[in-house]
């Protein structure tokens, strides 16, 4: 079991920079792939960036790819999702989730934090 805990959240102008995080209880941590993703309202949840447990091999939506960077530490069991150049349409709800494999799927994580709030006003 797994339970994640997001946070860092908030109001952000267009252009500017935000760094999010998810804290993950349990000892294994390492031995999970790490997935941020996304919902805005009206919208269905959408894949931002992942990284594997071992060796950090990361993935990024074509959307964020260039202004976003996903990273871990396993020594604190927290990963990292730090944001710039934002975009009012990278406004949305942002979720962390841990699963056993890297990918872009959301089916393919099985546990899943609350959810923190980032808001890119124009």
């Known amino acids: 079991q797994v339970q994640l805990v997001e946070s860092g959240g908030g109001l952000v102008q267009a252009g500017g920079s935000l760094r999010i995080s998810c804290a993950a209880s349990g000892r294994t941590f390492r031995n999970y792939a790490m997935g941020w993703f996304r919902q805005a309202p009206g919208k269905e949840r959408e894949f931002v960036a992942a990284?594997?447990?071992?060796?950090?091999?990361?993935l990024y939506a074509d959307s964020v790819k260039g202004r976003f960077t996903i990273s871990r530490d396993n020594a604190e069991n927290t990963v990292y999702l730090q944001m710039h150049s934002l975009k009012p349409e990278d406004t949305a709800v942002y979720y962390c989730a841990a699963g056993r494999v890297v990918g872009v799927l959301a089916s393919g994580y099985d546990y899943w934090g609350q959810g923190t709030q980032v808001t890119v006003a124009s």
């Open positions: 990284i594997s447990g071992r060796f950090g091999t990361t």
